[in-house]
């Protein structure tokens, strides 16, 4: 049997494909360092970055969807590993992270591993999302270490601590396997950095560089954006 037989004889496993949503208000080094470093740590082949339009979890973006859309744009440019998806910016109706995942599968097919990449923060709120546990059946989680935020069982709402207990993977190598339903951790640089320590950073007319790329900061004082808290 020739190699080439031998290697059609597996299935082909693609790598998994990480998606991030946030609302970006505005985008900043902690979440960029959680995208790259993610790519690393869990063998993912890229990072689709998705911009919520209309956040229901949390008020009002400070910022237009479009703004906020813009500054991801051009803070991941330059990394080909990047893309960025704007339909939830798009659409009129709230962006609720199961129907995102959804769309993905028709377009992506059943097969091809997700994983949907949340800071410790996020991930400790997931019992509030829409429809949260279907989200399982249709991609995998990853949650980040972030400062302040444990990611362990006993620090979790009692629904999630279960469902982390259930599906918890000891590997991220294990993640091409199946297309979703497990959750990882992992631990990122840490980066005590928020979108809300910038913009309050930017109300009272002080400096925020080296927080944020050069890039989103110019595109921020282009449209004088976060002058009010
Ligand atoms: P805000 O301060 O306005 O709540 P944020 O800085 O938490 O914003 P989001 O857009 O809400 O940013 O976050 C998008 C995702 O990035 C979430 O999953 C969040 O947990 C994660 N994240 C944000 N900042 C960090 C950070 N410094 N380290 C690790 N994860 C982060």
Redesign the pocket.
């Known amino acids: 049997m020739s190699a080439t037989a031998i290697f059609s004889a597996f299935p082909k496993l693609s790598e998994p494909l990480g998606l991030f949503g946030?609302?970006?208000?505005p985008v900043?080094y902690?979440?960029l360092r959680?995208a790259e470093e993610a790519i690393a740590h869990l063998g993912l082949g890229g990072v689709r970055w998705i911009p919520a339009g209309q956040p229901p979890h949390r008020g009002q973006p400070q910022v237009t969807a479009a703004q906020r859309l813009e500054m991801v744009l051009r803070s991941t440019a330059k990394n080909s590993r990047f893309s960025v998806d704007a339909s939830e910016v798009e659409a009129a109706a709230p962006s609720y992270t199961v129907h995102t995942l959804e769309r993905l599968r028709r377009e992506l097919g059943t097969e091809q591993p997700l994983v949907l990449l949340?800071?410790a923060?996020?991930f400790a709120g997931l019992p509030t999302w829409h429809r949260w546990r279907d989200i399982f059946a249709l991609a995998h989680v990853a949650v980040?270490h972030?400062p302040g935020f444990p990611v362990e069982a006993c620090s979790l709402p009692t629904e999630l601590a279960a469902e982390f207990n259930s599906r918890r993977l000891a590997e991220a190598s294990d993640l091409k396997i199946s297309p979703g339903g497990s959750i990882v951790t992992f631990a990122?640089t840490q980066?005590?950095?928020?979108?809300?320590q910038i913009r309050k950073l930017l109300a009272n007319g002080l400096s925020a560089r080296y927080l944020l790329p050069d890039s989103v900061l110019d595109y921020i004082e282009l449209h004088q954006l976060y002058k009010s808290p």
Not at 191 to 196: G, N, R, V
């Open positions: 946030g609302t970006f208000d900043h902690g979440h959680l949340v800071g923060d996020a980040s972030r990122m980066l005590a950095i928020s979108a809300t």
